[in-house]
């Protein structure tokens, strides 16, 4: 099955109003997701990361974020991504 690759700011027109919310509705409902990119226009919260971390990180083979404003709460949850 080839990868699905989700670039939230080539899909969505309205990139201020991606959250956390939207972020979790994309991975609740894309069930093959291999590739997610929340490119850095995107801000994202420890919670965001952890949520995606733990729904899809066994999976994933790719995952780009803006790291900026998330603590080490956040980074310990890549050791549970797929390498």
Do not use: P, W
């Not at 509705?25 to 590739?35: E, R, S």
């Not at 994202?44 to 990180?57: M, P, R, S």
């Not at 994933?60 to 803006?66: I, S």
């Amino acid at each position: 099955m080839s990868a699905v690759l989700v670039k939230i700011n080539e899909m969505f027109s309205f990139q201020q109003g991606v959250i956390g919310e939207t972020v979790r509705h994309i991975v609740d409902n894309c069930q093959h997701l291999k590739k997610l990119s929340l490119d850095k226009e995107i801000e994202t919260l420890d919670d965001d990361v952890i949520y995606v971390i733990k729904k899809l990180g066994k999976q994933l083979t790719t995952l780009v974020f803006n790291g900026e404003g998330l603590t080490d709460a956040a980074y310990l949850y890549l050791n549970n991504c797929a390498r």
